[in-house]
């Protein structure tokens, strides 16, 4: 073996001892929504109960390929605002090192919006999007800054990473049934304000905003790639959530990149 080898084979080791160590030294905290918690995901923990955290959601997937000092997973199917900050805020302390978290979509009314954009007309969609980009740009950044001070304050040492949500759609894509583009535009529409509120309220306290937009493309509803989200489905609260796929293809590698 060459000399160069031999010193590229010594360098390749001592990161690799070095990221371990560093890892062994990390105590991560999973907060957020179902996006976080993995539903749709599969495999739920059987403590997690209605929050349906699942061993293939990206904070789960990252706690095994490092194996932190400690993981504490309290993300929450359903989870609003204000439920990180009276049932998870808690999980985070001064030892803390590493937080991810989604949240916003279900304050900004994702759920029933999608319900209303697959049962009703096409107005009736738009008019439910318009409400909810309304909510997300004027309501919505207080609600996060009331989230990230609260981190902040809890959390005072820690890398904090706020991922964002997908586009659901590839418009103009392969699907023959389901919804028309001008909903799926739409909804996709909605994901970026979504986003860019939640962006902006990340960056303007020192968090960094982890974009999944760009991962997941040509992965969405109607791509030309494996479909990483899932359509309706049943159970009907794993619609339109990433699936295993989504979380390890996309979640995961723009989460451990941040």
């Not at 302390?93 to 590493?98: A, D, M, P, V």
């Amino acid at each position: 073996m060459s000399v160069t080898a031999i010193a590229a084979l010594l360098a390749l080791t001592t990161f690799f001892a070095a990221t371990s160590a560093n890892a062994a030294t990390v105590n991560y905290v999973a907060l957020g929504d179902s996006y976080s918690a993995g539903v749709g995901a599969g495999n739920y923990l059987g403590d997690s109960g209605s929050c349906k955290r699942s061993t293939n959601a990206y904070p789960y997937l990252w706690r095994n390929a490092h194996s932190p000092s400690s993981f504490t997973f309290v993300a929450c199917s359903g989870a609003r605002t204000g439920d990180v900050l009276n049932n998870q805020i808690s999980a985070l302390n001064s030892g803390t090192t590493l937080v991810s978290i989604t949240i916003g979509g279900n304050d900004a009314g994702f759920a029933s919006t999608m319900q209303t954009c697959v049962l009703d007309s096409e107005a009736a969609c738009l008019d439910a999007v318009s409400a909810g980009e309304d909510y997300a740009q004027n309501t919505l950044p207080g609600q996060l800054d009331q989230v990230y001070t609260a981190i902040r304050a809890k959390a005072p040492n820690a890398h904090v990473v706020v991922l964002g949500y997908p586009h659901l759609y590839k418009v103009g894509g392969g699907c023959i049934f389901g919804i028309g583009d001008t909903k799926r535009a739409a909804i996709n529409e909605a994901a970026d304000v979504l986003d860019d509120v939640i962006a902006k309220r990340a960056a303007d306290i020192g968090f960094t905003f982890a974009d999944v937009r760009g991962i997941f493309g040509e992965h969405e509803i109607c791509g030309s790639l494996t479909t990483w989200i899932h359509s309706t489905t049943w159970p009907i609260d794993e619609s339109y959530h990433p699936k295993a796929s989504g979380q390890a293809g996309g979640y995961l590698p723009v989460f451990s990149q941040s």
